[in-house]
């Protein structure tokens, strides 16, 4: 089945660096990959997400790297502001129509000013 | 408002209880899952649902047990309280087709 390693599991910045937490995936088969914020006792919410069609996208600070071939993906957040301290899970989903998404183990980003 | 929920949102109970876990969703969202988050935040799935009466089990299914019998309705029941089941437990939904989920706030439990 599909497996999801996250990397780094800690990652600590100053405020208006760059960020980049990287997942790789085994099953060469998926086909959607999503990001989940998740802030000290909140709910884990959808920041982004990248099809398998697709190679990049953006939205404002946050961008998504996919490269198919190497089978992993990355997570992108320039500018960062101590908001973006947080809990961050990539995931991984196989096509199959009765499976679940796969998360990684998450990554704890800490945004100092 | 449309969003999933989760009652209740702290729990203590005693070793040996049986216990439900309610979630429910608004979004006439097909699929239902329930992970439990351990304290280094990693998600284990536990149950998940494809549609009512469709259930299958995940990686930590194996002291619990989930029924769907309403689109809305997705309880997760704990048949023996145990405190190794001491954890955050946190439900989602998505639409059919591959999409991103919606968590609810998560419901403490604590097993004494």
């Known amino acids: 089945g599909e497996n999801v390693e996250q990397h780094p599991s800690t990652l600590s910045v100053q405020e208006g660096d760059s960020a980049v937490i990287k997942c790789t995936y085994s099953?060469?088969?998926?086909?959607?990959f999503p990001w989940y914020k998740q802030e000290l006792g909140k709910r884990p919410q959808l920041i982004i997400d990248i099809r398998s069609n697709v190679g990049e996208k953006k939205d404002q600070r946050i961008a998504v790297t996919l490269n198919k071939t190497a089978k992993h993906f990355s997570l992108h957040i320039t500018e960062t502001q101590p908001e973006d301290s947080a809990v961050y899970f990539c995931a991984a989903s196989p096509p199959q129509a009765g499976t679940a998404l796969i998360f990684g183990k998450g990554t704890t980003l800490s945004v100092s000013s | 408002e449309a969003d999933i929920y989760q009652t209740p949102r702290y729990l203590v109970i005693g070793t040996g209880k049986k216990i439900t876990l309610e979630c429910s969703q608004t979004?006439?969202?097909?699929?239902m899952y329930w992970y439990q988050q351990d304290p280094g935040m990693e998600l284990h799935l536990i149950h998940y649902s494809y549609g009512v009466n469709s259930t299958e089990k995940g990686d930590l299914s194996s002291e619990s047990t989930v029924s769907r019998i309403r689109t809305e309705h997705f309880p997760l029941t704990l048949e023996s309280a145990r405190p190794s089941h001491t954890s955050q437990y946190l439900c989602?939904?998505?639409?059919?087709?591959?999409?991103?989920?919606?968590f609810g706030s998560g419901t403490r439990l604590t097993v004494v």
């Open positions: 979004m006439g969202h097909d699929k």
């Open positions: 099953d060469s088969a998926s086909n959607y």
């Open positions: 989602a939904s998505s639409p059919a087709g591959q999409n991103g989920y919606t």
